[in-house]
Every structure is written in structure tokens, then in C-alpha cells.
């Protein structure tokens, strides 16, 4: 009989085990091939901005998202840098900056891609 008990909580702590992963899934995870492209909006559905890219950085500081404001359909638009944690991402994929404004992103400084030193 204890081996029995011992077996089957054995077996329910096992299954926990598996299970965990499985519950992680339902966490909002997004490919960032998926939030590329995006259009940006504020806390009023307002669209202020697209997500151009997402970038990495070496330094440790953390993913950046880099935004085009400004322009019209494409034209004169600028790019700005946004730490990516400061973006509220739903389930069902929108993006939204809180508290952000199409001016307060125009005021950021330009973003430039680093250049790569010759090989």
C-alpha cells in the first residue's frame, strides 16, 4: 500500500512537472516577426507610430523597438529607439505605448543603424 501511495504521488509530481511548460505557453509570447510591421497605439486606440524593428543589444540594456513617426504613408517618416519593456503587448497582438503621443515620439532623437567595420 505504501508503495502504492509512493508510486502515484510520485507520478502526480512527475506530471506537475510536465505540466509546467504547458501552462507557460498561455503567457503572451509574440515573435518578433509578428510585432514588426505593427502599427503603435497609445492609450486612447490613437496610431502613433509603426514598429519598424526590434533590436538586440550588446551592451545588456535590453531589446529596443524601433518606431517610424511621423511622415505620411511612408514618406519623411523618422525612426526613433523606445526600450521594448516599456510597450504593453494583448493577446491578440497590439501594441500600444501608454501614455505615449505622436509629439513626444517626434521630439526622440533620430535613430541610426551602427555601421559594420569593413571585414
Known amino acids: 500500500m505504501n508503495k ?3 508510486l502515484a504521488g510520485a507520478a502526480i509530481f ?3 512537472l510536465f505540466g509546467g ?3 507557460a505557453e498561455t503567457a ?3 515573435r518578433g516577426s509578428e510585432i514588426i510591421g505593427a502599427s503603435v497605439l497609445n492609450n486612447t486606440g490613437d496610431t502613433i507610430g509603426k514598429v519598424d524593428d526590434l533590436i538586440l543589444t550588446m551592451d545588456g540594456k535590453g531589446p529596443q523597438a524601433v518606431l517610424s513617426v511621423g511622415g505620411f504613408l511612408g514618406v519623411g517618416a523618422r525612426l526613433v ?3 521594448y519593456d516599456s510597450f504593453k ?3 491578440d497582438e497590439k501594441v500600444t ?3 505615449g503621443t505622436k509629439d513626444g515620439l517626434n521630439a526622440l532623437p533620430e535613430f541610426h543603424y551602427a555601421k559594420k567595420p569593413a571585414p
Do not use: D
Request: glycine share 4%; aromatic share 4%.
Open 4 to 6: 502504492t501511495l509512493l
Open 21 to 23: 511548460p504547458a501552462s
Open 97 to 99: 505605448y501608454p501614455n
Open 81 to 83: 529607439a523606445v526600450p
Open 89 to 91: 503587448i494583448s493577446t
Open 28 to 30: 503572451i509570447n509574440v
Open 14 to 16: 512527475g506530471l506537475s
